[in-house]
């Protein structure tokens, strides 16, 4: 019995929870940046490797998961295809590109989705934060990331199947 309870209060927070609205969700395809190359030179990636990262194309799919409050966002492109199954607020582990394990946390807070990134073995210094909104006629999903007071843009084109 208070087990049930238990499940219940839990299920009850997450639909309490603010839940990312219907509009971010789809497949949305890379059409341009702003400040990229910057943003990554400011980061210490060198030149050859700024100009792969800037052709490569990208495509970020964000669904809704299979109970309430869960969600899908994946990371497709040529050279991995990245998957996240996550619950807001509810940090998991999850690998980036290059295979190393970051805490991360996905929030919805003011229109805006933001996914948090730190890294177990050094929180403070490779932490990076990624925030999502949505274009006013719902087309485009704008990524936002701001390192060392260099902020960037990406923006996504909502494709249609
Ligand atoms: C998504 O893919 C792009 C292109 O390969 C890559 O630069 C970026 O780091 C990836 N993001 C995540 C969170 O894996």
Not at 98 to 103: I, K, L, P, V, W
Not at 125 to 139: L, P, Q, R, V, W
Request: glycine content about 6%; some cysteine; overall charge negative.
């Amino acid at each position: 019995m208070r087990a049930i309870g238990l499940v219940l209060f839990f299920c009850a927070v997450y639909i309490m929870a603010d839940p990312i609205p219907d509009r971010f969700f789809g497949r949305f395809k890379i059409d341009r940046s702003e400040n990229f190359d910057e943003f990554l030179s400011g980061k210490g990636v060198g030149f050859f490797a700024r100009q792969i990262i800037k052709l490569a194309s990208v495509t970020k799919e964000l669904t809704k998961g299979s109970y309430p409050g869960s969600y899908t966002l994946e990371n497709l492109s040529w050279k991995k295809n990245v998957r996240y199954d996550f619950l807001l607020g509810e940090p998991f582990s999850g690998e980036a590109l290059d295979s190393t394990e970051f805490e991360i946390t996905f929030t919805f807070e003011d229109g805006e989705v933001t996914e948090h990134h730190a890294r177990h073995d050094n929180p403070d210094i490779t932490t990076e934060t990624y925030h999502y909104t949505m274009s006013a006629d719902n087309k485009e999903l704008i990524m936002k990331m701001t390192n060392n007071g260099i902020t960037c843009k990406r923006y996504f084109k909502r494709q249609h199947s």
